[in-house]
């Protein structure tokens, strides 16, 4: 679920209302929106309404359903497609572009760039209507999403029936083969391996997320499991180039999964240290295939390409570093 985090800034002195005082940030959303879709607001850490008065140095957190709003406009935003039928379209997502409209991200995503691509007609050819009935309360086609930094193939549905379809291969995740690559800083201590664990919302940061051992009795309430598994394909020095399959599909749980294998993503900003060698790095996550079965009931293999800012940085690896390769576990 999108999330939203402010503090409330010490020379505040005006009593407003929750909802009035988030309307008024730059990054903030308007009160119609915060309306639709809301799951749960804290203030301090309780659960209040939108109608609680906000003070000097109060905290507020607000998740909210992947809704998006009934104004959304298409926008003409060029598309990486590699694959497109009657039913979905399957996009090679960029490094930088939002899944779907959220909180200081209302436009210039998939979602605004999909309606133009459709002709805004993608969510139900054979319903009639406004755009405005269209879109309320709906995520266009959106099934799946990656994080605004990953890169790689993304699959939309363009009618009811598909998207209730790919719905229900997601939600079945052994009916959906979803496979990554990252590179890394640090070596794993094993060639391939299986991480099983929650996460859980990090206490000291909400926007952060951590993994925690799943017979913790300290998050025995809390947290979802995740699952993932690796492999390291070669390493370069320090850094290593790993894949990653997921069997859940947690919020950052690569990310957060390979922060608890000690090996975090070169260029995450939420998860790893900032790299000496690579200091600008962007994130070095990439979703590079998915299998998945369509609504006509064929099994296809979607493949992005490797995106040329891990080909600058493998370059580079290679001229410093021999290649090795982890032995294989006995």
């Known amino acids: 679920m999108p999330f939203f985090s402010a503090k409330v800034p010490t020379s505040y002195t ?5 909802d ?9 959303m308007n009160r119609s929106k915060l309306k639709s879709g809301v799951h749960e607001i804290l203030l301090n850490g309780k659960k209040v309404k939108l109608s609680a008065k906000v003070k000097a140095n109060d905290q507020i957190d607000i998740q909210w359903e992947d809704n998006i709003p009934e104004d959304i406009e298409p926008q003409n935003i060029p598309l990486d497609i590699l694959y497109e039928d009657q039913n979905v379209c ?6 930088g572009m939002v899944t779907h409209p959220a909180c200081g991200n209302w436009d210039h995503t998939l979602v605004n760039a999909l309606l133009f691509h459709w002709n805004m007609n993608a969510i139900n050819a054979q319903k009639t209507g406004s755009m405005a009935n269209i879109l309320q309360s709906r995520r266009p086609g959106i099934v799946h999403r990656l994080d605004k930094d990953t890169s790689g193939v993304i699959i939309t549905a363009k009618n009811r029936d598909a998207e209730e379809w790919l719905q229900s291969q997601f939600q079945s995740h052994r009916r959906v083969k979803k496979e990554y690559i990252a590179i890394c800083i640090g070596r794993p201590q094993h060639q391939h391996g299986i991480i099983k664990t929650k996460i859980i919302r990090d206490p000291k940061n909400r926007k ?7 017979d913790d009795p300290t998050y025995s309430d809390q947290g979802k499991y995740a699952e993932s598994s690796y492999r390291c394909i070669s390493c370069y020095g320090e850094y290593s180039l790993i894949k990653i399959r997921i069997a859940t599909g947690r919020t950052h749980q690569i990310r957060v999964h390979m922060k608890y294998l000690n090996c975090p993503i070169l260029g995450d ?5 900032k790299d000496r060698k690579f200091p600008s790095a962007s994130l070095m996550l990439h979703a590079r295939r998915l299998r998945i079965t369509l609504p006509d009931n064929t099994r296809k293999t979607f ?9 600058e940085i493998q370059h580079i690896l ?13």
């Open 14 to 18: 005006q009593n407003e209302r929750l």
């Open 20 to 28: 009035t005082y988030i309307a008024s940030l730059p990054n903030g």
């Open 90 to 95: 399957v996009i090679n997502k960029a490094q």
């Open 208 to 214: 952060r997320f951590r993994a925690v051992e799943l």
């Open 269 to 273: 900003s939420v998860y790893a240290p």
């Open 303 to 311: 493949t992005a390409p490797t995106p040329q800012r891990f080909k």
């Open 318 to 330: 290679k001229k410093e570093y021999k290649k090795t390769i982890l032995p294989i576990d006995r």
